[in-house]
Antibody, heavy 124, light 110 residues
Framework: QVQLVESGGGVVQPGRSLRLSCAASRFTFSSYGMHWVRQAPGKGLEWVAHIWYDGSNKYYADSVKGRFTISRDNSQNTLFLQMNSLRVEDTAVYYCARDERTYCSGGSCLFDNWGQGTLVTVSS | QSVLTQPPSASGTPGQRVTISCSGSSSNIGSNTINWYRQLPGTAPKLLIY???QRPSGVPDRFSGSKSGTSASLAISGLQSEDEADYYCAVWDDSLNGPVFGGGTKLTVL
């Protein structure tokens, strides 16, 4: 059974940085595209970023473009999200999610497995 | 505000059939396949329906999906108390060049 375990969340002041990790196991991590999806308290889901299976391409939501960087280490089966210049509105539970394919292409993105999430609180 | 519109709430009694709608546009639902996710209270979302009307292994046939034009629907028949959850539609948006979610529908079993 696919396992995704996020870590790195916490309380941080506006303007500061935080790095999230997602440890993957029980599947061939290097064969799947990966995503970060977030959920603000009491709100709905928002896609944040996507990275191809080999790390060669990365895509971001407009709300985080230029501030967040998605990356992966296939040798360590780990996905990362570097979050810089954090804002109060970035407060959310951040989920890592596996795509059903090597990458999410135009027309179809399918999040077939999700981690349990890690809470990021941006507050002064 | 999401580009996909879902009713914020829905309800039904045990055994009843309920439907949840998801309305979009030609740049998303009108041209791409839709997926549905269920989020039980305090847990992570889970894939419920993919490619408009396909069920992953383990999802009972009480759950079904459909799409017509720029709208889609999730139907749940034989409603059970454990179906109380938030339900989200999701689809690729050609204009935004990325996936988008609906605002979510909270289903209450009365």
């Amino acid at each position: 059974q696919v396992q995704l375990v996020e870590s790195g969340g916490g309380v941080v002041q506006p303007g500061r940085s935080l790095r999230l990790s997602c440890a993957a196991s029980r599947f061939t991590f290097s064969s799947y595209g990966m995503h970060w999806v977030r959920q603000a308290p009491g709100k709905g889901l928002e896609w944040v970023a996507h990275i191809w299976y080999d790390g060669s391409n990365k895509y971001y939501a407009d709300s985080v473009k230029g501030r967040f960087t998605i990356s992966r280490d296939n040798s360590q089966n780990t996905l990362f999200l570097q979050m810089n210049s954090l804002r109060v509105e970035d407060t959310a539970v951040y989920y890592c999610a596996r795509d059903e394919r090597t990458y999410c292409s135009g027309g179809s993105c399918l999040f077939d497995n999700w981690g349990q999430g890690t809470l990021v609180t941006v507050s002064s | 505000q999401s580009v996909l519109t879902q009713p914020p709430s829905a309800s039904g009694t045990p055994g009843q059939r309920v439907t949840i709608s998801c309305s979009g546009s030609s740049s998303n639902i009108g041209s791409n396949t839709i997926n549905w996710y269920r989020q039980l209270p305090g847990t992570a979302p889970k894939l419920l329906i993919y490619s408009n009307n396909q069920r992953p292994s383990g999802v009972p046939d009480r759950f079904s999906g459909s799409k017509s034009g720029t709208s889609a629907s999730l139907a749940i028949s034989g409603l059970q108390s454990e179906d109380e959850a938030d339900y989200y539609c999701a689809v690729w948006d050609d204009s935004l060049n990325g996936p988008v979610f609906g605002g979510g529908t909270k289903l209450t079993v009365l």
